[in-house]
């Protein structure tokens, strides 16, 4: 009998069809993410699982999981995972990195332009039939071109968005655990407490993961370090920022904008008051979206789990103590 891997929704094609050369494929179909009762009952039988970032794969599904070899989670973050937990059940997580970098620092750099030149309310105003005049004084916004971004987080998404920046011949600061010499060295970035990077920057783009350090990091104290007209980017994860704080400062002017893809909670709930401020550009967690790197994203996370079928470290271990 073949290994089954259990998909929790529908990822690309290539993909699916790459699991059905060495495996069975149990597939959650809906659209909607299973609920954890469904997912309990699926992981059952399942030797590996192919699962979602909306998927919270807690120690109750890792114990549920009598057979699980691999959880291969489809992002590269992978904080629904308790990772200790599967290390304890002995089953590899793996993750995939690289390959959603740049789609990710794009997204990043597309909220960062929308919401500096004002373009989803620019884009009802046409639409809508308000454009009788064109007006000097029209939907101003703020110059990108020239500006100081701070990357917070310079880890591979983080350096990408720096990249960008350089033809955008902004001033990069970064605030990380580390710092990186190669790439200050490479791309001109200069290296700086948190504090400092909140109080020059004109834009702020967050990039680290969510952890119990990172979790809120940006909250009210923060927030009050920005410069009035400053705008924050994240295309992390919305726990790394207080999202009632960040409403506060917007609401209050205490900073000038914001470009979110990411939420406290999610999907965010339309009534959210941060989705009435005409300040605030949001998107519905889609830093990796593209055709190409959903593809990638998928292939990989099969690759990691056909190594682990084949008793290969998988390239994108997550859990390293597994197969030390
Ligand atoms: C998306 O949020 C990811 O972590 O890949
Ligand atoms: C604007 O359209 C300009 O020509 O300056």
């Known amino acids: ?61 890792i114990a549920a999981g009598k057979n699980l070899r691999v959880i291969a989670n489809y ?8 990772v200790a937990a599967a290390t304890r059940h002995g089953i590899a ?9 740049e789609a990710t620092a794009d997204l990043a750099f597309t909220l960062l332009m929308a919401a500096a030149r004002n373009l989803i309310a620019a884009d009802r105003f046409t639409r809508d039939g308000f454009w009788i005049a064109w007006h000097p004084q029209l939907l101003l916004g703020q110059d990108v071109f020239g500006a100081t971004l701070g990357i917070v987080g310079l880890g591979r998404i983080g350096e990408a968005v720096a990249r960008r ?23 001109g970035l200069q290296f700086c407490s948190l504090e400092e990077l909140l109080r020059q920057s004109d834009y702020v783009s967050l990039h680290m993961p969510l952890t119990a350090e990172t979790r809120h990091l ?3 104290e923060e927030l009050a370090m920005m410069k009035p ?7 992390a994860r919305g726990g790394v920022v207080d999202q009632a704080a960040l409403t506060e ?42 055709v190409e790197t959903r ?15 084949e008793g290969r470290r998988p390239p994108n271990l997550v859990n390293g103590e597994l197969f030390a």
Request: charged fraction near 20%; glycine fraction near 6%; aromatic fraction near 4%.
């Open 165 to 187: 920046a350089r033809g955008f011949n902004m001033r990069v600061l970064y605030t990380a655990r580390r710092r990186n010499l190669q790439a200050e060295a490479e791309l």
């Open 229 to 235: 007209t400053a705008i924050l980017i994240n295309t």
């Open 218 to 220: 940006i909250g009210a």
């Open 1 to 61: 009998q073949r290994p089954k891997v259990l998909v929790t929704r529908e990822i690309p094609q290539p993909a699916l069809d790459r699991i059905k050369e060495f495996a069975r494929l149990d597939l959650w179909p809906a659209f909607p993410p299973p609920e954890k009762s469904e997912l309990l009952r699926m992981v059952g039988d399942a030797d590996a699982l192919l699962s979602m970032l909306t998927d919270p794969i807690d120690e109750d599904v």
């Open 249 to 290: 400062a917007l609401q209050q002017g205490t900073i000038g904008g914001a470009g979110l893809d990411v939420f406290a909670v999610e999907p965010v709930n339309p009534e959210e008051p941060l989705l009435e401020l005409p300040n605030v550009v949001v998107a519905p967690h889609i830093g990796s979206a593209t």
């Open 295 to 309: 593809t990638r994203m998928g292939l990989m996370a099969v690759e990691n789990i056909q190594a682990v079928f």
């Open 93 to 101: 997580v793996t993750n995939t990195p690289d390959v959603l970098t």
């Open 75 to 82: 992002a590269v973050g992978f904080d629904n995972i308790d």
